[in-house]
């Protein structure tokens, strides 16, 4: 599974349908063809909304619920998104561009198809969730809480994983091997089902050992 180069606006293939979002987010609304651009987001309440083929730019999301809310086809670009409850939304085919992440209740939450280019992600919460065929490139991925989630298909290449957290996530085809530094808070041992490199095995070594109850001891 080969990521794709980060997008302009003008090279999505809907670029020449979308109008411009002018107006207010409600409850269970529905956009197709809308462009957020440069707004501010505050304590939102939109809980199920759905937002097709629709593109985002440095739009700020401060607060607010969307729980269950669904984004299909969707790209965003230099969006800020703090604090927000993203819990059991579903995500599919969607394109984040030097994005910050910080704060966010997603668990639960569906994506597929979704690839991560250069953005940074900070506590994010990310249980229970359900991920295929996701990518991070070139990304910064700290404090985020993978429990219970199922991972299926996933790359890492040029990313950074500090005090990331798997307690009894399922691994499937789970690439590691370009990642640029791995660091787990806990759960390492739900890494069976992902492929690391024999550098990457080298610096998990003391903590696997841990895990298995080993006795490392020099003569």
Avoid at 128 to 155: M, P, Q, W, Y
Wanted: glycine share 10%; proline share 2%; charged share 25%.
């Amino acid at each position: 599974m080969r990521a794709r180069a980060p997008r302009d606006l003008d090279q999505l293939p809907y670029a020449h349908r979308l109008v411009a979002f002018d107006g207010e987010l409600d409850r269970e609304g529905d956009h197709e063809f809308a462009h957020f651009d440069g707004g501010v987001f505050v304590d939102v309440e939109g809980g199920g909304t759905a937002f097709t083929s629709s593109a985002f730019s440095s739009v700020s999301f401060d607060g607010g619920r969307y729980r269950r809310a669904r984004f299909d086809d969707v790209w965003l670009h230099a969006a800020r998104i703090v604090g927000t409850d993203l819990a059991e939304t579903t995500w599919m085919d969607a394109e984040f561009t030097a994005c910050v992440l910080a704060g966010l209740e997603v668990f639960g939450a569906g994506m597929r198809r979704v690839v991560f280019h250069n953005c940074k992600f900070d506590s994010v919460n990310l249980r229970g969730a359900k991920l295929r065929e996701v990518s991070f490139v070139d990304c910064l991925l700290r404090d985020v809480d993978f429990a219970g989630a199922t991972l299926t298909d996933l790359r890492f290449p040029g990313s950074t994983l500090e005090r990331v957290r798997l307690d009894n996530a399922v691994l499937t085809r789970v690439d590691l091997r370009e990642a640029s530094a791995l660091g787990f808070a806990s759960g390492i041992d739900a890494l069976r089902g992902a492929t690391v490199d024999s550098a990457q095995l080298f610096d998990l070594a003391p903590a696997l050992a841990q895990v298995l109850g080993l006795i490392v001891r020099d003569r």
